[in-house]
């Protein structure tokens, strides 16, 4: 199992929705992948607190492998919240907005976000690539 996911260093607790589907093994939907430990995407957490003007914090735990999107939880007041944050760091020193957008939490981030992606790359990748033999 991977528990090693639910909690931050700082004894932070993950939304439900994040440890249903880490718990689960549902960590992998092309193009889109979940973290495999919570400090992976650290440099783009950096990034989304220097480039986002109203300095919000949040903790990254999905990349869109195939370009520099990212997905995570704000944190508010000392605690992890359910909403998820959808952004697109410049990695410059920009004035642009790299919030692509929010949702509500995860499932939300999920339905409207991974799947239509996924969808999209059935229509481009042969399935039989992603099969161990």
Known sequence: MNAHLFKTTKGLLLPNAFRWFVGQNLVSFEPWHFCS????????????????P???EL???LRRHDRDDFAGFEIKDNQIC???IYYHPSFHNTQWNI??????NLFAFVQKVVLPD???WTST???EEYFND
């Open 125 to 127: 990748e042969n399935a």
């Open 82 to 84: 359910e909403n998820v």
């Open 54 to 56: 109203a300095k919000r």
């Open 99 to 104: 919030i692509c957008g929010e949702y509500k």
């Open 37 to 52: 430990q919570l400090d992976e995407f650290t440099f783009a957490t950096q990034r989304f607190q220097l480039e986002n």
């Open 59 to 61: 903790i990254t735990i």
């Open 118 to 120: 996924m969808e999209e």
